[in-house]
């Protein structure tokens, strides 16, 4: 024993000068001793240098004005990009023309129909009672005016990501040219989006629909890609074996096999298509989200509220009605061809009967009226929650303390360290925790940060960012460390998140104006329930599957539940706590970034600026600041699993 106890004090440094990360935190220490004093020699002052940075003003308004003086006469927009615009409006319009044709009970009745053929009678009386209550609050029209641009954006959607992900699946080549493309796509924050296309398309239609396009694009791509690489090689080979052609293997045997990634990739197209045909409300969408945008804007809760229910009713039926889609197996969906024919008869016979009676429009007298009522209650909560509740203070008094205790000194003190610090801090987190390429990448996009000339307003950006995030982690990893452990809050919990997880993000800023008013508060406030869930979920899922034999082995051992979370699962779910945390990180950015119409400030409020004015040198900066932010957040936390799985 006094043998063990003597050779273990000589062992450990030789333990840890082998562990990698000691190696990294050695090197990093080396660079500061010899970079850090020049750096403050040379940059004292520790503000981004001028010299650094490049004035995109004029060249961006120079492209600009070029592009309004040569949008109506110059071949690149005749001949291509005004075809394109018009393949969109007139799609649009066609898909908007047959839901109003149908009427309000044909569409009713095929929406219904179509999920008791996918998932049984419960989930059709579902769809039924959420496309009946999107009339009975009054947003029929604008209903189906999302649900076309909806149709066109997702079709488009679905064929560009199909065809990506089919190259990437056939080609190792194209794989790796396409996978950095598609990873900065996924953290991008919707809002990025809109700048190119309404540079290109100006304000409307086909500027919402490209826009969609491109941000729901990626989820099929990398799915499909997954479910080709996926295919089992045994049936690939029996299928060669019998002399196919590389075509007819595809079509046989590949694109069978990956029916289920296919399916979740549609699924996660069509919500995030949802997310984006809201938020482009912005430039002229029009539909729900245009409601909700112009609520917003004059602070009537009440009317964003009836716009934004129907949002979330719809978002949960196409989750759930693609969803189950994906889970029905080949032999069910052979044998179920003519009830889908029996049930599209069914909608067809309900359509041309309301045609026949009249009974296309939604009756006004079926309508209610919630605008009002909430706004009395927003007034109530105004006078009696906001300040002046004893002990607790009121939501206002939450919102005023979050922001001068936590936002204003994270703020400050962001801003008040030197530039090259804050790049040596980034390098040093994303270094330890992958390699020195994603340490690289995460450098270089801050840096065109500096570069851009917005180094101030992307650190306070940062600010909100980390600060929602910590709060997100906190409540996150608290809700799921209860849901693992407890079955029956678990199966209380999931129905929330289901929910939560498919309400769009434009929604999450109604409730909190309501509650906190405007600024940055509420913005992070916003971030923090549309990033939850996840945390939640993924959280969960990790800790679930940790290896029983070592829990039971813990506690064969006498450990404590709080010793087997602390020392065993806690470990042991590493990869899941670090995707959480990447997870977490890229929603928070993607509504704090929306917070600018609330009064979020930073880039947020440059990006609404710039649309807003027209002013597209500083929309586009911002933008671009935006995807950089992203890019190096999702650099700094992505866990290394992850990443090689990833070949980044």
């Known amino acids: 024993m006094a043998t063990v106890t003597a050779s273990t004090p000589r062992s450990l440094p030789t333990h840890l000068l082998r562990h990698r990360a000691v190696h990294k935190i050695l090197l990093i220490a080396l660079a500061a001793a010899v970079l850090v004093p020049l750096a403050n020699a040379q940059w004292a002052s520790g503000s981004w240098p001028a010299a650094l940075t490049v004035d995109l003003t004029k060249p961006l308004g120079s492209a600009s004005d070029w592009i309004i003086d040569n949008r109506d006469s110059h071949p690149l927009f005749l001949y291509f990009f005004g075809y394109l615009s018009n393949a969109v409006v007139i799609s649009v319009h066609a898909v908007y023309v047959v839901l109003l044709g149908a009427g309000w009970a044909g569409v009713t009745a095929l929406g219904a129909l179509v999920a008791w053929r996918v998932a049984g009678l419960r989930l059709a009386l579902g769809t039924a009672a959420a496309f009946l209550a999107c009339g009975l609050l009054g947003m029929w029209v604008p209903t189906m005016q999302t649900l076309a641009l909806m149709v066109v954006a997702v079709l488009a959607s679905v064929l560009v990501g199909a065809l990506l992900g089919l190259a990437a699946g056939l080609s190792p080549r194209m794989d790796k040219i396409l996978r950095p493309v598609l990873d900065t796509m996924q953290v991008m924050p919707a809002y990025a989006y809109l700048l190119p296309v309404v540079l290109v398309f100006g304000m409307g239609v086909p500027a919402a629909v490209l826009a969609t396009v491109v941000y729901a694009a990626p989820p099929m791509a990398r799915l499909t890609a997954l479910g080709l690489q996926g295919a089992d090689k045994g049936v690939l080979e029996a299928v060669e074996s019998l002399g196919t052609t590389a075509r007819q293997r595809l079509l046989t045997a590949r694109i069978p096999l990956a029916r289920k990634e296919l399916m979740l990739g549609l699924n ?5 298509a949802l997310s984006m045909a809201v938020i482009a409300s912005v430039i002229g969408a029009g539909g729900l989200g245009d409601r909700v945008y112009q609520a917003l804007a004059s602070v009537d809760v009440g009317a964003a509220l009836a716009a934004g229910i129907p949002i979330v009713l ?24 003519a009830a889908w024919a029996y049930a599209l008869a069914g909608a067809v016979v309900v359509a041309v009967a309301g045609r026949l009676l009249g009974r296309l429009d939604w009756p006004d007298a079926w309508t209610l009226n919630i605008a009002e009522p909430v706004n009395r209650a927003v007034d109530w909560m105004t006078a009696h929650l906001y300040s002046g509740v004893p002990v607790i203070g009121g939501t206002a008094d939450w919102a005023a303390h979050f922001t001068t205790w936590i936002l204003d000194p994270v703020r400050d003190g962001l801003q008040a360290l030197p530039w090259w610090s804050v790049l040596l801090v980034v390098a040093t987190l994303s270094w330890l ?3 020195w390429r994603t340490a690289l990448t995460a450098v270089l996009a801050m840096a065109a940060i500096g570069v851009l000339g917005v180094w101030t307003p992307a650190l306070d950006t940062l600010s909100q960012v980390l600060a929602a995030v910590a709060v997100t982690l906190v ?60 945390v939640v979920r993924i959280t969960t899922q990790g800790l ?3 290896d029983p034999a070592a829990m039971e082995s813990s506690h064969s051992l006498g450990a404590t539940s709080w010793q087997q979370l602390r020392q065993v699962q806690l470990p042991l779910a590493r990869p899941a706590l670090l995707l959480a945390v990447n997870q977490g990180v890229v929603l928070v950015l993607a509504v704090v970034v929306i917070g600018g119409l609330v009064g979020g400030g930073a880039l947020g409020y440059d990006t609404v600026f710039g649309l807003a004015q027209g002013d597209l040198a500083t929309g586009l900066v911002a933008g671009a600041a935006i995807v950089c932010l992203g890019l190096m957040l999702d650099r700094v936390t992505q866990p290394t699993e992850r990443r090689t799985g990833k070949g980044a």
Request: proline share 5%; aromatic share 8%; hydrophobic share 55%.
């Open 433 to 435: 925790i992958g390699t």
């Open 268 to 272: 996660q197209t069509i919500m995030m």
């Open 544 to 546: 679930r599957q940790v």
């Open 475 to 534: 409540l996150g990893f608290a809700t799921a460390v209860a849901a693992a452990r407890s079955d029956r809050f678990d199966r209380m919990l999931r129905p929330v998140l289901d929910v939560f997880q498919t309400m769009p993000q434009f929604v999450y800023l109604i409730p909190v104006v309501a509650l906190f008013g405007v600024g940055r508060a509420p913005a992070a406030a916003a971030a923090v329930v549309y990033a939850l869930p996840a």
């Open 314 to 337: 719809l978002a949960v039926v196409l989750d759930r009605v693609t969803g189950a889609a994906g889970a029905v197996d080949d032999s069910a969906e052979d044998a179920g061809r």
